[in-house]
């Protein structure tokens, strides 16, 4: 696994001149913060040795090195998806081959349904923390050189980013919430009764992906920022029947908003 790790480095190092420090990865409807990155190489996931496959509707499975702001900075555009059928450690390969390539600020974004009663549909989350509840864990056998067997978790979502996060949000006028982002396996949307029990766990918003890779960034010493994009809410009395079509549309226009807040981060980090 290591090799291979090392192979699709070394492979995608002799396909672009840029070595970018900082990785954005852009969930369910919200890969056109793609255009604002001045894009050098674009690279298909299925050009990539070892590289898993993305399927799901809405993901273009494209790597992209290019410059935000005045950075450099590598951009997957789509992620893999436990429910596509992908092991954890096929989720999670991007990471590790992201901490081959020198990343070490992970920027993630998500769609998410939302359960804290305060929250409308379109609101910005900042991650402060995450509850995982995969089947599988992303570390499950033998430990990666990367970390220590036993990683600590309790700073997942980098309080320094967090805090930039909301003060650049707070100067450009946008409106954040900030909660508690739960993993779930899917492909099902929650019933009410367990977005119910999601909620009594602590949990402000659930979605498919961004723990298992979040997990795997911390092994390997990144640092994280986190953002869910509410599409639909899980609170009783306000669920309505929710499709894919729904999640990306109410993804989609909040985009612009949510990539604000990251160029302005990844501008103001040194
Ligand atoms: N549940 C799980 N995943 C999601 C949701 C949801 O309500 N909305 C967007 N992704």
Redesign the pocket.
């Known amino acids: 696994m290591l090799q291979k790790i090392k192979e699709t480095a070394e492979w995608l190092k002799a396909h672009t001149a840029l070595r970018p420090e900082m990785a954005i990865i852009l969930g ?1 409807g919200l890969g056109r913060l793609a255009e604002e990155i001045e894009v050098v190489d674009a690279i298909p996931y299925t050009a990539i040795p070892h590289f898993p496959v993305s399927t799901v509707e809405g993901h273009q499975g494209r790597l992209l090195f290019g410059r935000l702001g005045n950075k450099e900075v590598l951009a997957m555009q789509g992620r893999f998806h436990y429910y596509e059928g992908y092991s954890m450690k096929e989720v999670t390969y991007p990471e590790r081959v992201m901490y081959e390539l020198g990343i070490r600020v992970l920027c993630v974004s998500n ?3 939302g359960m804290n009663p305060d929250f409308r549909i379109g609101d910005i989350m900042l991650i402060r923390d995450h509850i995982n509840f995969f089947p599988e864990h992303p570390l499950h056998g033998p430990n990666f050189p990367t970390g220590p067997r036993f990683p600590d978790m309790s700073q997942a979502y980098d309080r320094e980013l967090l805090a930039l996060a909301h003060q650049v949000a707070q100067e450009k006028g946008i409106r954040v919430v900030e909660g508690v982002y739960l993993g ?1 396996q ?1 492909p099902t ?2 019933t009410p009764s367990e977005y119910k029990m999601f909620h009594i766990l602590g949990a402000d918003a ?3 992906s961004t723990v298992p890779e979040v997990i795997v960034a911390r092994h390997c010493g990144m640092r994280v920022l986190g953002i869910s994009i509410i ?2 809410l ?1 609170v009783e009395d306000k669920i309505v029947e ?1 499709t894919h079509e729904d ?1 990306q549309k109410a993804a989609d226009a909040v985009q612009p908003l949510m990539a604000d807040i990251f160029r302005e981060v990844i501008n103001r980090i040194n």
């Open positions: 369910t769609a998410a349904g779930t899917g949307f929650e659930v979605g498919m599409t639909d899980g929710v999640v």
